[in-house]
């Protein structure tokens, strides 16, 4: 069982560096760089955002890429049909207790989930496999089942994040600043928006609109 220990502080996310100048800016004085890398290249950098998450909440860099590859393939921009929004796909009540006030924010969305998924070890011992397992399903079904929730997409989440974790380090790269990054813009798929799935509903609405034209045309025939 892999673990991590527990974080010896634990700050609250209340970060706007990517939107506010350093000395307006709430979060930690750290993202001062971040901002002014932002800035001067016009992009994110989310490598630079992840390794100061991991710093302020004692967690392993590549863990937290290894979550938003999985969650949506670093796309910030990104929301499921569930709802979840960003990079590290937070829902709407997780990211208000978590103080995100603006869930597409790179820097906002990934302090958010380092803070969330710190929370989750904190709760289960360090136990990281648990605490994925509750990112993924929440905390209470993990309590209600006592391991991982049977549930099929928990069960594939967990071992594909611990793999990522586990294999070489992970290069996020870095997106627009209040554009689609790139990723988003070549249509590759996340784990949250499956591009093909949406063309082929959107084909079967031509279809089943097809049909229903087809049929009102033969009614007015009859009548």
Do not use: C, W
């Amino acid at each position: 069982m892999m673990t991590i220990p527990p974080a010896s502080s634990d700050i609250p996310v209340t970060s706007s560096a990517v939107h506010t100048p350093p000395s307006a800016a709430s979060g930690s004085a750290a993202f001062s760089g971040i901002y002014q890398r932002t800035l001067s290249s016009g992009s994110v950098d989310l490598d630079a955002i992840f390794d100061a998450a991991g710093r302020k909440y004692n967690l392993s860099p590549n863990l937290l890429k290894a979550v938003a590859k999985v969650e949506s393939n670093f796309r910030p921009h990104v929301t499921s049909r569930a709802g979840a929004m960003g990079i590290m796909q937070l829902m709407p009540g997780t990211a208000k207790h978590l103080g995100v006030t603006d869930p597409f924010d790179p820097e906002q969305n990934i302090m958010g989930g380092a803070k969330y998924l710190r929370e989750m070890l904190n709760r289960f011992d360090g136990d990281i496999e648990l605490a994925l397992a509750a990112y993924n399903a929440g905390p209470g079904a993990v309590v209600k089942h006592g391991g991982i929730p049977p549930f099929r997409e928990t069960q594939n989440y967990v071992p594909k994040v611990m793999g990522l974790f586990g294999g070489e380090d992970i290069t996020a790269g870095a997106v627009a600043n209040g554009g689609l990054d790139a990723t988003e813009a070549t249509g590759s798929s996340g784990s949250s928006f499956d591009f093909a799935e949406a063309f082929t509903q959107m084909m079967m609405l031509k279809i089943i609109e097809m049909q229903m034209n087809s049929s009102n045309q033969d009614d007015k025939k009859i009548f």
